[in-house]
């Protein structure tokens, strides 16, 4: 999406707020679990596919705030049911893949460069959730949620892995759950993302010139798109708020 005033024209906030929206009703409501081939806890759902083509279509700093948004979409429709562990992740394995695609595909606008973008966000998306499970996640899930003991986790995982002791849990849970998981959710992901990026971004693109103000109006345009980011941003406060009252005061 190429601009020819400020950053956060108009155009690039409405599709923002457009993404944002999609992604975090999809994480609140479309989430399913896969019983047969992972804990309960993994849940899968499809909001990674309008994080990716937003990131696409409107950069990595655009793709890192609908990662921020989508959480706190899904805060105030559901809540947190572990403590914002979950979100915490979610934040983490977000920007593992915004930052590093958003970046590469900035530079290299090309189907390759999709292709090698999609690739590199992929793999460090899954490396951050290893790294975070291992050395954050977990830990603080463990102690914040069963005062330390490892019993309740063992437990859930059982179903799937009979064998699996406190020793053991990162070995399964790692290598056997969390690997495997997080590369199936990139792969639809991106492969979704890379046939259909680039007809919505030629869609927002045909959208922002129709907005793109005429010549000696360029002054009502900036504060038609201060108006509008202000409104955003005070949205997204507003959004906060609720999610921080729902979890303090109705939980």
């Not at 590199?120 to 977990?138: E, K, Q, T």
């Not at 056997?176 to 590369?183: A, D, G, K, M, Q």
Request: glycine share 8%.
């Amino acid at each position: 999406m190429k601009q020819s005033g400020r950053y956060f024209s108009s155009t690039r906030i409405a599709m923002i707020a457009l993404f944002s929206a999609l992604a975090g009703v999809l994480h609140a409501f479309g989430k399913f679990p896969l019983p047969f081939a992972f804990p309960g806890f993994l849940e899968f759902d499809f909001s990674d596919i309008p994080l990716f083509i937003g990131t696409f279509a409107l950069g990595p700093l655009s793709g890192c705030i609908i990662v921020v948004v989508k959480l706190l979409v899904k805060l105030v429709c559901v809540g947190t049911a572990n403590a914002f562990v979950g979100e915490l992740a979610n934040l983490l394995i977000g920007f593992g893949f915004v930052i590093p695609a958003g970046l590469i595909y900035q530079r290299h606008k090309t189907r390759k460069g999709a292709a090698v973008a999609l690739a590199v966000g992929s793999v460090c998306s899954v490396a951050v959730a290893i790294l975070a499970n291992r050395f954050l996640l977990i830990p603080f899930y463990v102690y914040i949620m069963f005062n330390g003991s490892w019993d309740p986790l063992l437990g859930m995982m059982r179903s799937l892995f009979p064998a699996i002791t406190e020793g053991s849990f990162y070995t399964y849970y790692l290598w056997v759950s969390v690997l495997p998981f997080n590369l199936m959710r990139c792969l639809i992901a991106s492969l979704v993302c890379f046939f259909i990026y680039k007809h919505i971004s030629r869609a927002i693109g045909k959208l922002d010139r129709k907005l793109a103000p005429k010549e000696g109006k360029e002054g009502a345009a900036a504060w038609r798109d201060l108006a509008v980011l202000l409104v955003f941003v005070g949205v997204v406060l507003l959004i906060t708020l609720f999610a921080l009252l729902r979890y303090f005061l109705w939980s």
